[in-house]
């Protein structure tokens, strides 16, 4: 009678073998067991990892986590929005008033980790592997420069973080897993990057552009050492970059941010964030988004909405640039005329100007890394370590005459920093030149928190800034799945 | 004094000289007895002197009859139409009401078409114990959730629906909209409602949340009959919400307004013109003068409108001895009450059993439908069009349509103060979301008769369904400009569902001995394939579906206004099931009954590891009433005892779940898209079903000749090993961008519902006027036993927790303690004492209190506890039957009681940014001679105490109790009748949801959570109110006759 039954069931359902009938493979999507074993497929697997830079938790599609922990946090900007149930978290950043349950922190923990855990698929497996060499050998130094900028990130938002250099799939392992300290974070930091800047391509071809080369990974290095205040290893790792002179500043200021200045030209951004509009969910907002909230005026120049408000430049921010700096029309907006052709004295940020799209369809780059500020930083580490010189002085002085329209190269007595100039004033001197070379970049509250400026700045400001805000709070999320996590002082 | 044995045969028939079988045929005041076979005859051997027998049967009307010497007798059993049904439809096999031993619940398909609706399960509401019924939608069509004992699951992925089985086929939701919506409530012949381990076990893997078993009309031999059922009337929306009118909405826009600017900038002042305030504080022009507006428009009269309903249906059935059938053809379409809304189905039945030979018997039942339905985008923000949302937020000074006939709205928003509105009936007009459905259900049975005893069934069967839709979003409909791009998405839908099941029967009555044994193998495949796709990027409105535009995949479904739900372009489902069963009932001398079922499940939705479940269960039966020690007496007619204990499994757990995924996550290199991939899910070979191990203890009584019949079942459900999503720590690394709570999928926790279910039928009046009472009433609760910790919250949409201890899907938040009558009040306001700030330094007077639940002298994200419970204490239905002669009247109410709702429509804000409900403009805090209710704090925009958390000041009792129908019915004499050349005819009228005696402040308080156009289910999320569609009251009227 048994074999009535299956003859029925092979006639009506193809039926051959309990086994066979009770195996379904997807056939819509890949699977982590038939995955990773061309170069294809690692080269997907990395775009993958390159698409975290898209997540909200970073630079999302112009509103993300590293736009208010790197920006609306400091003096330099705030959030031109109503005081609503909605925007809770957002004013929270600007107040300084952090809360464990902000969505932000929740958004940056679990973005950077996805990150990490993307490049970790591609480590874990690349080595079972064969296929071309230099293919292997790049997409090894991808997977490690990324990684190292994820947990560089994550160090210097919380601390001590957790620690995890493989793919994890038990559902569980994280929720026991302590944070390791900030010196065992940067030592996986280093090595990844001493690995990727050896390995990666010195040049990127315009087919390739938003992958890191060995110059972003020689940049990223530089950060990194320059942030732990090893500020030999820092001058000497940037000044690779600066004599390789494979990267330049642009003559012209506004062209950095240009959706039409093309990848081959523009030698200043090291590694940006890639954005392109028309609908394909890849569009950016860092311009759209970034209007006066609710605001419409044909002063904008684009269709189907209104911008939020993020990051509206603060008075002190605009007071702050010197006449004549050209940074300052080329970044800011300080009004716009209203529909019925009122002038309304809303400022906001215009770096990432760009006009005809949609709303959030924008095809401007964000930069992460650009040479601009590796000259910065190259200045910054030999000021610290030893006090100013020549090269330093040079470096600082190309982004000066920039920023005065005049011809980057050429000494200027006007506007050049004397050869006298000492290492304090020197000092105060980058601090403004970071932040008006670099305003929102979100790199505002990293600079503050480096230099250990951040209390005395906000509280300049009026902010209940407190020593403990140079991290933010582990999310509740997490603390609250794993009770080994620990909470940073102060929260 | 002993006799001369004497035998005597005989036939039972009904009063239409049909075969009863079962009949039980007692000599009276012995044990001695039989039952009548399949052709109603009997036969006995008689001692006693002057016999007389007692025949009883369920369903009839229980008589003696004196022997008076006769050797072959005739008896004709009169029906009784108040005692439920005779047989029981249970898994795979009918079985008779007295030998039950499990808890099932039977509706007739009387009762079902008593509610004029398009769909059985809204018609289900109030009629079983234990059985709760949500219409999450009042649209045509809209959803219900439907819940047997209790949400079983906390898993939000995971369906807490029961099984439906379909004239013996076991379906699974897919297609459009509700699915059950494809089945002609008309064509129903009975509902069988699979409750307890007993009844649910031989299901296995797809029991645990209970089984609804639906079996169509069939036909009957010698009984021809064509029939007309008509009906057809209008509704209108159950409930308005009081909303403000332009007057009062400009005065309470000015107030919060003015306080908000007061609290942000120390130096304002009330007087200080739009020119010198930030944007948010500026009072749009249109509002300056409040005195100048009146009343304004009525947003709800605009969309809502008296909307028609009607059903068609013509049947006939009939067949001699050899061929049965029974087929129908039926119309129904019913108007929403929203605008151009609607719902149309065409829906045929052909079924047909056929004796093929003296010992084959074939059949086939064929369901075919054709379902149309056109959709708006109904709950959810007005900002993605939601039109319920978009009414009531829009402010009332806004005509409909401006005197040049374009219409009226705040789009683009003339200042940047103002809220951006689209129109409601601009929407309405131009949204465009056809859907339809096609499915034909078929199921074919041979059945052999390999002994008498023995038989052998196998059925082949399909559910095919092919469904497609489409969103058309035009330019006139930007929420932020004057226009906007255009967006279109198209789907079509198609999925296969086959079974093969192969059963062996054997049924055999030795002596005092009866047992009746059914074993199988079945096995299931069920393909599904969509393929989904956006499209923007138009540059005109020439081209209104997806290939007038730019087509950007499925990735993108979410931007285009109630589409969503579609993370790809092309997905491709597939799972099987395959299974071998087996029960075995054994009832000794009618009085002890015994049933033992077993299933074993195996699918391809679990991991490698763990492929196959055991599905036992056990249960015993006692008919106490057929003791002897129970024959004197005649209060108690009926008596039984039941006792079960069983597992059943859980198996809603979506394909490929034990399966290590990977998505799209793509990225632009080289500016140009590239591909990128990256793991959406953590392989678990161990996943496996849910268990439920459930107890049930049940009670059938009827006393004073079935005048008071009551069914008492208590049980303990507990789910174990559930199929829990559970939070991963963000090191993982798991999810595509975006994914704010990175999940995986294991088995672990458990969660006990136990409850009492109480069903009461009372024939009050047996005379010339009859009346009946149909009641019934469920006490269920619900308790986390166990997750992956103690301290774990599951949290639902951030407005519910489970939690262990407490039921899933609490409401969790701020503790709203009242209303700050003072700044000092509110200055005062402090936990410790040594406290240097305030708990809320930024409240003021008319702000409102929360509780500071740690007590750390701050009111902040750590004070949130649960506030609430959105499961109810009892839910009953309470339905009256009154018949004078020809007349008739039901009256069905059903309620909830003892639940919480939270309501997080704008209605209720405070901000005066979008239009609000009057209630809040009456009882929000002004001053302190003006407090209002204590609920609602002052009108303030921006303010920086932030009046708008997530708290109980939004949190409402939903009690309630509704007056489900009305329905008179005049039946036509059948002399009458019959002088017009009709067999029957019954003439009706019916008021449906007629009123709700409710204090809940939104439309209905049976709402759900109310994401998606549909109505959603999330059982984490319950009862969470963002303007779903409202329910409608109807008023129809119809006829049926028959030929």
Known sequence: ?491 | MAQTPQTISGRVVDDKNQPLPGVTVLVKSTTNGTSTGVDGTFSLTITTENPVLALSYIGYKSQEVPVNGRSQIEVTLAGDQQALKEVVVVGYGTQQKKDLTGAIATVSGQDVTKVPVSGFDQALQGQVAGLQISSSSGAPGGNTNILIRGVGSASSGTSNEPLFVIDGFPVSGSGVGNPLNTINPNDIESIDVLKDASATAIYGSRGSNGVIIVTTKRGKANKSQVGLDVYAGYQEVAKRIDMMNAQEFALFTIDARNNGYLDNVPTGKITDPNSVRPTNFRIPTALLDPASLGEGTDWQDAIFRKARIQSYQVSASGGSDNVRYSVSAGYFDQEGIILNTGLKRYSFRANVDAKASKRLNVGISLLPSYTTQTDLPYSGHYGSLGIIQSALAQPPNVPVYNPDGSYGTTVPTPEPQAVSVQNAVKIANEYKSPSSQFRLLGNTYAEYAILSDLKFRATIGADLNYSRNEVWNPSTLSTAAATGPASAFARRFESINLLNENTLTYQRTFGRHAINFVGGFTAQRETSDVIAITANGFTDDLVPNINGGIITGGVNGGTVPGATGFTQPNSIQEYTILSILARANYVFNEKYLLTATVRRDGSSRFGEDNLWGTFPSASVGWRVSDEAFMKSQRVVNDLKLRASYGLTGNNNIGNYRAIGQLGGSNYILGDALALGQVRTSIANSKLGWETTKQLDLGLDLSLFDSRISLTADVYDRRNTNMLLTVQVAGVTGIGPNGITNPTALVNLGEVQNKGLELALTTRNLVGDFKWTTNSNITFNRNEVLALQSDRDQIFGANTNVTQVGQPIGMFFGRRQLGIFQSDDEARAYRTLPTQAAPNQPAARAGDVKWKDVNNDGVVNDNDREIIGNPNPKYFFGFNNSFAYKAFSLDVLTNGMVGFDIYNSSFFLNNSGVQNGAKYVYDNRWISPSQPGDGRFGRSIRGGVNNNGQYSSQYLFDGSYLRIRTVTLAYTVPREVAQRIGLQGARIFATGANLYTFTKYIGYDPEVSNGSGSQGGDNQLAPRTDFGTYPISRSYTAGVSVSF
Request: hydrophobic share 40%; proline share 5%.
């Open chain 1, 1 to 491: 009678m048994k074999k009535t039954f299956l003859g029925l069931a092979v006639l009506t359902l193809g039926l051959s073998s309990c086994k066979d009938f009770l195996t379904v493979v997807p056939k819509t999507e890949r699977t982590t067991a038939n995955f990773y074993n061309t170069a294809a497929d690692f080269n997907t697997a990395l775009v993958g990892a390159y698409s975290t830079f898209k997540h909200a938790g970073l630079y999302g599609s112009g509103a993300g986590s590293l736009i208010w922990l790197g920006e609306v946090s400091t003096d330099n900007t705030d959030y031109g929005f109503p005081r609503t149930g909605s925007s809770v978290n957002q004013f929270q950043i600007e107040d300084l008033t952090y809360q464990v349950g902000n969505d932000l922190f929740r958004d940056a923990w679990l973005g950077h980790y996805q990150g990490i855990s993307r490049t970790n698929a591609v480590l874990d497996r690349l080595p079972a592997v064969s296929f071309d060499d230099a293919l292997k050998s790049q997409y090894e130094g991808e997977a490690r420069f990324l990684r190292a900028m994820f947990y560089f990130n994550l160090v210097r938002l919380f601390g001590p973080v957790q620690l995890s250099t493989t793919e994890i799939n038990d559902p569980f392992a994280g929720n026991t897993l302590g944070r390791a300290p900030v010196n065992e974070v940067y030592t996986l930091i280093e090595n990844d990057l001493i690995v990727a800047e050896n390995i990666l391509p010195t040049t990127i071809t315009a087919a390739n552009a938003g992958r890191a080369s060995k110059w972003a990974a020689k940049a990223l290095l530089g950060k990194v050492y320059l942030t732990q205040k090893k500020y030999g290893l820092a001058a000497d790792k940037l000044k690779e970059i600066i004599d390789a002179n494979v990267n330049s500043l642009m003559p012209n200021y506004a062209d950095v941010f240009l959706s039409t200045t093309t990848f081959a030209n523009n030698r200043e951004v090291m590694l940006a964030a890639q954005y392109k509009g028309g609908q394909i969910s890849q569009g950016g907002g860092f311009y759209t988004q970034w209007t006066p909230f609710s605001a419409l005026s044909p002063d904008f120049g684009f269709t189907n909405g209104a911008g939020d408000g993020v990051n509206r430049p603060t008075p002190n921010l605009i007071a702050a640039y010197p006449a004549g700096d050209v940074r300052k029309t080329v970044s800011i907006a300080l009004s716009y005329t209203s529909t019925t052709g009122t002038t309304v004295n809303e400022p906001y940020p215009t770096k990432f100007l760009q006009k005809g799209i949609i709303r959030g369809e924008s095809d401007v780059e964000f930069p992460i890394l650009r040479y601009a500020d590796v000259l910065l930083m190259y200045a910054e580490a030999v000021n610290e370590q030893s006090g100013p010189n020549a090269a330093a002085l040079d470096a600082v002085n190309r982004i000066i005459r920039r920023s005065r329209n005049l011809p980057v190269n050429t000494p200027n007595a006007t506007v050049d920093l004397a050869a006298s100039t000492s290492t304090a004033t020197l000092r105060t001197r980058l601090e403004l030149e970071r932040r008006l070379e670099l305003a929102f970049e979100s790199q505002r509250w990293f600079d503050l928190v480096r230099t250990d400026r951040f209390v005395d700045v906000m509280k300049a400001q009026g902010k209940a800034a407190q020593p403990f805000h140079v991290l933010y709070p582990i999310p509740q999320r997490e603390t609250t799945l794993n009770p080994n996590l620990g909470q940073n002082t102060g929260y």
